[in-house]
């Protein structure tokens, strides 16, 4: 539907603004690829705390910034 269409649009934009690339990145690969913690570590070569700490800080980015357009805190 179209209001289906504009969360997704707003979801995205969100995204792209969530965080440096290699936070994104990391975050994609997680959500969307199904890597683990390990295997985006190998793969960005850094170590894996410093991948979950990518992940925490650009999720909690992105509650945040839902948070606003959905007009609830979490």
Same mark, same amino acid.
């Given at each position: 539907?179209?209001?289906?269409?504009?969360?997704?649009? !707003?979801?995205?934009?969100?995204?792209? $603004? +969530?965080?440096?690339?290699?936070?994104?990145?990391? @975050?994609?690969?997680?959500?969307?690829?199904?890597?683990?913690?390990?295997?985006?570590?190998?793969?960005? !070569?850094?170590?894996?705390?410093?991948? $979950? +700490?990518?992940?925490?800080?650009?999720?909690?980015? @992105?509650?945040?910034?839902?948070?606003?357009?959905?007009?609830?805190?979490?």
């Amino acid at each position: 539907t179209g209001e289906n269409t504009d969360f997704n649009f !707003e979801l995205t934009n969100l995204f792209l $603004k +969530s965080g440096d690339s290699a936070a994104k990145l990391s @975050l994609s690969s997680c959500e969307y690829g199904g890597l683990s913690y390990n295997e985006i570590a190998k793969v960005t !070569e850094v170590e894996e705390k410093t991948v $979950k +700490s990518r992940l925490y800080k650009v999720r909690q980015k @992105l509650i945040k910034q839902l948070s606003k357009v959905i007009g609830r805190d979490y």
